[in-house]
């Protein structure tokens, strides 16, 4: 669907506009190629909630131009968002690295290493995280994470950072996806854990 979409933007949209996409789970170089104007193509990721987190992810296909890189530096700028730039790898910088911190914390609980609670405050009291792997699963939605790793690992067979945990997959086949469904690693009211 995306790729059909920015197709028919390269072939709609004037010569010198800019296409960017939110997206952290999909190549921007594969909407790049498919616009037809792979020099005009950005990736601005956006973190949630919007009006309380300030980064933006400015990410550079192999055929994004400096020019374009530099617009989308400015426009995060102007939208009170601090920019940082990086290339086109899966997940961009902080998806990347805290997708496969996910799926090993919820591997060390599959393998019996630790509990769900003694994970999370380890995580809170000696790495100083705001709230643990499972909480964080909870929040984003097991749906999502699923769907990220299920397909970086179809794109990169061989990336060993890509694994799906046992407990994943049971948590959304039982269609418990966190805070949005009230149940996952916790119960959940609304975007309260309880």
Not at 25 to 46: N, Q, T, Y
Not at 59 to 67: G, L, P, R
């Amino acid at each position: 669907i995306k790729k059909k979409f920015y197709k028919q933007l390269g072939e709609i949209c004037q010569p010198d506009t800019i296409l960017a996409s939110n997206t952290s789970s999909f190549p921007i170089g594969h909407l790049a190629d498919a616009s037809g104007r792979p020099d005009k193509v950005v990736g601005l990721h956006f973190f949630n909630p919007v009006q309380l987190m300030n980064l933006c992810e400015v990410v550079k296909a192999d055929k994004t131009s400096s020019e374009t890189m530099q617009t989308a530096m400015d426009f995060a700028n102007q939208v009170k968002r601090h920019p940082v730039s990086c290339k086109d790898t899966p997940g961009f910088v902080v998806n990347r690295l805290l997708v496969p911190y996910i799926a090993q914390a919820l591997s060390m609980y599959d393998r019996g290493e630790a509990s769900v609670e003694d994970i999370d405050a380890a995580m809170m009291r000696g790495a100083g995280h705001p709230m643990g792997p499972f909480h964080l699963a909870d929040y984003i939605g097991h749906d999502t994470i699923h769907a990220i790793i299920t397909g970086w690992k179809d794109m990169f067979p061989d990336e060993p950072a890509f694994i799906m945990p046992k407990c994943l997959d049971d948590l959304v086949a039982k269609g418990h996806l966190g805070r949005k469904t009230g149940q996952g690693f916790y119960k959940w009211e609304g975007n309260k854990k309880l």
